[in-house]
């Protein structure tokens, strides 16, 4: 979905680096996510954000941080990366604000990342 | 615990039906979607149904639920190429959804 944008889509990067991974978002919902990818796994939660100042814990947010710059912006960071952390990371948003709302997410396209 | 399980595999020849089933745990699930994801691509919405629905058939597609058994179905008519994706079931939880649970996604391959 064009309105939800992921820099950078590949990356490849050492263990031990600090990487950070954006997300931003032209739709105007409140709510964003970060999910990571990995085969036959589907998808897991790593954070989510219902405002600026509403961040939580998914079920697998050990090693990762977020923060929540603006409404529409939503950076992931790996302090220190490792090679388990080589997977396919996806933003998401929804919009809770809307009376029709379905609680439907919207995805990005995706950041490739490998940790060597 | 919450939890959303498919199977990983499906193939279809074109023209027949295919049929995705999804079964899942939490009985508090207010809507359960379908996700396509092309490759390299992201999850795009399919359908979704409402929790209090047991059909919902939007032209090619057709959502089953059945709540006493917590069983979702996508059947997709006539299925064509482009329907080669990976399909995930979700459901939303929680009286605020603050969360979405995704299945493992299941591959649905065509053969000619």
């Known amino acids: 979905d064009a309105d939800v944008t992921q820099t950078p889509r590949n990356r490849i990067t050492k263990t031990g680096k600090r990487i950070m991974l954006e997300c931003s978002q032209t739709?105007?919902?409140?709510?964003m996510y970060w999910y990571r990818q990995d085969p036959g796994l589907g998808l897991r939660l790593i954070y989510y954000?219902?405002?600026?100042?509403?961040?939580n814990k998914g079920e697998i947010s050990d090693g990762y941080s977020v923060s929540r710059q603006a409404q529409a912006k939503f950076s992931l960071s790996l302090e220190s990366a490792i090679p388990n952390q080589t997977a396919l990371y996806f933003c998401a948003t929804s919009d809770s604000r809307s009376g029709s709302s379905t609680d439907t997410q919207y995805f990005g396209p995706g950041t490739r990342l490998t940790v060597l | 615990g919450e939890d959303v399980e498919q199977s990983l595999f499906l193939s279809v020849r074109e023209g027949d039906s295919s049929v995705i089933n999804c079964t899942y745990t939490?009985?508090?699930?207010?809507?359960l979607y379908w996700y396509k994801q092309e490759p390299g691509a992201g999850l795009q919405l399919l359908t979704y149904i409402f929790s209090n629905m047991d059909m919902k058939q939007d032209q090619r597609l057709t959502v089953l639920l059945n709540k006493k058994d917590k069983h979702l179905s996508l059947r997709i008519a006539d299925t064509q190429t482009g329907d080669s994706a990976i399909y995930f079931c979700?459901?939303?939880?929680?009286?605020?959804?603050?969360?979405?649970?995704f299945g493992s996604g299941t591959r649905l391959s065509i053969r000619p």
């Open positions: 939490d009985s508090s699930s207010t809507y």
């Open positions: 739709k105007g919902h409140d709510r």
């Open positions: 954000s219902f405002d600026v100042k509403d961040i």
């Open positions: 979700a459901e939303s939880i929680g009286s605020s959804a603050s969360k979405i649970i």
